[in-house]
T-cell receptor
Framework: KNEVEQSPQNLTAQEGEFITINCSYS?????LHWLQQHPGGGIVSLFMLSSGKKKHGRLIATINIQEKHSSLHITASHPRDSAVYIC???????????????FGKGTKLTVNP | NAGVMQNPRHLVRRRGQEARLRCSPMKGHSHVYWYRQLPEEGLKFMVY????????ESGMPKERFSAEFPKEGPSILRIQQVVRGDSAAYFC??????????????FGPGTRLLVL
């Protein structure tokens, strides 16, 4: 079982729909990141959060530390939101060493006009 | 303020050749991370470096892979005697400093390595 699980793997929506992408993790973390990877491959950091909720434009990220779960919401989705959304947690491995990012496999979102 | 720069963006090598991937962090950033994204797989941590120091290389394959971040110049990820399984996208990220867990990482555009 992966330390970071995302659902769904693929998501197709119509323009204007409300989108939710979920992320569950099984390790102790100091922070959780949501990243966006465009079809061209570039990666952009959307949010970093360790508690509560953050909002940026039409994007909202929430985290529940007790339940080890985070959600990324997109309101009024648009075709330009089509991308892969990646959840990553900052965690220290059981083998020691530095804290490092552990990534989910990503959710591929397609928003149709 | 330029972002994280990686070059080349695309690299084609034949089996047995060497691949050198370069990463210039954002100005003022002294921490560099390398990640690998295999086809249809998620990103995986490879190595974490500060200037002239390897802090954590627990994600690096034991053989053929090495990384450095010299006092001057970019960070280099070096793959010797490449094999087809090394074909992947290699991303570099940088952050300003350790000490604060709130530091976010800024990603470069990646280098797509294709081994023929």
């Amino acid at each position: 079982k992966n330390e970071v699980e995302q659902s769904p793997q693929n998501l197709t929506a119509q323009e204007g729909e409300f989108i939710t992408i979920n992320c569950s993790y099984s390790v102790g973390i100091s922070a959780l990141h949501w990243l966006q990877q465009h079809p061209g491959g570039g990666i952009v950091s959307l949010f970093m959060l360790s508690s509560g909720k953050k909002k940026h434009g039409r994007l909202i990220a929430t985290i529940n530390i007790q339940e080890k779960h985070s959600s990324l919401h997109i309101t009024a989705s648009h075709p330009r939101d089509s991308a892969v959304y990646i959840c990553a947690v900052r965690s220290r491995s059981s083998q020691g060493g530095s804290e490092k990012l552990v990534f989910g496999k990503g959710t591929k979102l397609t928003v149709n006009p | 303020n330029a972002g994280v720069m990686q070059n080349p963006r695309h690299l084609v090598r034949r089996r047995g050749q060497e691949a050198r991937l370069r990463c210039s962090p954002m100005k003022g950033h002294s921490h560099v991370y390398w990640y690998r994204q295999l086809p249809e797989e998620g990103l995986k941590f490879m190595v974490y470096l500060q200037k002239e120091n390897i802090i954590d290389e627990s994600g690096m394959p034991k053989e053929r892979f090495s990384a450095e971040f010299p006092k001057e110049g970019p960070s280099i990820l070096r793959i010797q005697q490449v094999v087809r399984g090394d074909s992947a996208a290699y991303f570099c990220a940088s952050s300003p400093q350790m000490g604060s867990r709130r530091e976010t990482q800024y990603f470069g555009p990646g280098t797509r390595l294709l081994v023929l």
